[in-house]
């Protein structure tokens, strides 16, 4: 802060306090807090449990999906999935673009109505001649609202909550997508068949109620509260533009995207591949989708837990590190384990193991793309850049995963429990679960074990870096704390000289 704004804040507290003071008063609070913040926070959970849950409604249900609709492709059903990474790239930007121009607002509304129209249009193409072209169209409006939604949560923490409730009401918003993409893992099976599609219209109800009451909360309430929560609510941010020219110059920030850009990159890649990683030694579909699930089982307190620890402790980059270390160890344990038959417990304890470390990181990362920037980016800048780069990663070890060189083909003498399809699939597969056939000598597999300990070894690369060489600056802190400072100063001044 430089002396000119220090002087005139100075100024600004001693005037205040001063005349609240000759009135006989209390010096009036600076900040407050509104109740209403709890229910655009819910409203924000549910738009994003809705969103997860519209893109991941035919991963597990692929047979199902190519029947109805009278695919002849497994790449079809795969790009229904895959169109979420393909559109967040560039939609990111505009997504951050309206939120931080525009205000939470107009970012939310937009993601809420394109996300309820998406899944009504989902909805129609099950009529006449069950229409895949318009499925697809309902399900990139669907995408298009991913970034107003999932960038959302650091802008409203930042407008609405106090300093010791960011962290954990930005893991209450983000977790909610991988919520809902559980919840879409595990019911999508039992709503859909080749002559059903029950999913479309069950799903809508949550976007439909997303739609309702987003525009309700936002009819009564605008983009931000008429007093700030907090010093860094009331500063003015840089434009989003400027901001996206400067980032590179946020050394800590730049570390903190490659980091979690192959987190993300990472947690995906293993939602993909699971079944492929563990079916080569035998081990069947429904523990695959076990795996999957105790992935984001355990990662929700995980994220609970560690955003309540850094509310009150400030301990972000502890936090970051020792959570990076224990997920990059539970990886190792992951790929060591899926070496072997019969070792389910293991695998299963070790998958729990990196949901539980591997999303702690969420709200502790989100938050930290605001200390590392602030007040150089806006909040939804700072956090939808950080996203971006998941996305891009995630393609990039998704099209990874189908090097020959990483991928060994085993015939059924070299995997003879094998429970894989005797004919898999070369494109991408976003979990896509294939129902498996007898295998004869001459079909191959899949054997994916040297691409996991690939992954183990980038994991490891980066976790290293991160303990040795990220040691950020807080700047949202140190800026509310000097304010702190500085008006506690102008209030024993003002005391001193009424008395």
Known sequence: MS??????????AETS????????QRPRPAYKLYPARFVILAVLALLNTSNGMLWITFAAIAPSVKSFYSLDSDLLVNLLSLIFFVVCIPGGFVGAWVLDTWGLRTGLLVGAWLNGVGAIVRYFSAFGHHYYSV????????????????????????????????????????????????????????LSSPSRMDVLWVYAIPAGAGVIMTTIVFCIWGSKPKTPPSTSASDEKTSFWKGLRQF????????????????????????????????????????AGLCGALLILF????????????????????????????ATGALIWFTAAIRYENEEVQIAAAMSVFGFFALAMLPVSMELSVECTFPHMSEATAAGL????????????????????????????????????????????????????????QDTVSDMINYSWMLCGITAFLAIGTILFFWPHYRRIEREYEVSVMTNESSEGVDDTVN
Not at 4 to 11: F, P
Not at 17 to 24: D, I, M, R, V, Y
Not at 150 to 170: D, I, Q, S, V, Y
Not at 406 to 428: D, E, F, G
């Open 135 to 190: 499925l697809m169209t309902g399900q990139i409006l669907c995408a298009a609202a991913q970034p107003f939604i999932l960038f959302a949560p650091t802008k409203l923490t930042a407008l609405w909550f106090g300093e010791t409730e960011r962290a954990t009401a930005n893991m209450v918003a983000s977790i909610a997508n991988p919520v809902g993409i559980a919840i879409a893992t595990a019911v999508s099976p039992h």
């Open 299 to 326: 990662g929700i307190p995980g994220a609970l837990i560690a955003g309540i620890i850094v509310d009150h402790t400030r301990k972000y980059k502890e936090i970051m590190k020792v959570s990076y270390v224990f």
């Open 386 to 441: 950080l996203w971006t780069m998941g996305q891009i990663m995630g393609i990039i070890l998704v099209f990874i995963g189908q090097v020959p060189g990483l991928v060994t083909q085993l015939n059924q003498i070299h995997a003879p429990n094998n429970t894989c399809s005797s004919k898999p699939n070369p494109t991408i597969s976003t979990t896509t679960r294939m129902t498996p056939t007898p295998s004869t000598a």
């Open 17 to 24: 306090n001063f005349q609240a003071s000759l009135s006989g």
């Open 248 to 287: 590179w110059k946020f050394k800590w920030y730049v570390m903190l995207m490659i980091g979690w850009g192959f987190g993300v990159g990472l947690f995906n890649a293993l939602q993909t591949f699971i079944e492929q990683l563990v079916c080569t030694r035998g081990y069947s579909e429904g523990f």
């Open 3 to 12: 002396t000119d704004e220090k002087k005139t804040l100075l100024e600004t």
